[in-house]
């Protein structure tokens, strides 16, 4: 039998959980960076003017002008590499 009075056994009441609750359905940090690397790459290869390349991460930028440069592409690795010239200056 449990006594209202007795203060002093824990055991007896139950506990507020603290913190956020979980989801059930968290990502790693390992998947995170997997999936914004793949956003990244699909930015990349949508970006076609020197405007869309500014809204992209320098990460991504860079991870795109080493894929330009394996491919041989040339007009896009100097766009890149304008942008992160450009970066560089600020």
Same mark, same amino acid.
């Not at 603290?18 to 990244?40: H, I, Q, V």
């Not at 290869?45 to 991870?63: G, H, I, K, R, V």
């Given at each position: 039998m449990i006594d209202s009075r007795d203060k002093k056994t824990l055991d /007896? !009441?139950?506990l507020k959980k =603290? +913190? =956020?609750p979980s989801s059930g359905n968290a990502l790693s940090? /390992? &998947?995170r960076? %997997? /999936?914004k690397r793949e956003r990244? =790459? #699909?930015a990349i290869n949508q970006a076609s !003017?020197? %405007?869309d390349? /500014?809204?992209l991460s320098t990460m991504a930028l #860079? &991870? +795109?002008l080493a894929e330009a440069v394996r491919d041989k592409c040339q007009p896009a690795a100097k766009k890149i590499s304008a942008e992160l010239i450009k970066r560089a200056k600020i």
């Amino acid at each position: 039998m449990i006594d209202s009075r007795d203060k002093k056994t824990l055991d /007896a !009441f139950s506990l507020k959980k =603290r +913190g =956020r609750p979980s989801s059930g359905n968290a990502l790693s940090a /390992a &998947e995170r960076m %997997a /999936a914004k690397r793949e956003r990244d =790459r #699909l930015a990349i290869n949508q970006a076609s !003017f020197p %405007a869309d390349y /500014a809204q992209l991460s320098t990460m991504a930028l #860079l &991870e +795109g002008l080493a894929e330009a440069v394996r491919d041989k592409c040339q007009p896009a690795a100097k766009k890149i590499s304008a942008e992160l010239i450009k970066r560089a200056k600020i």
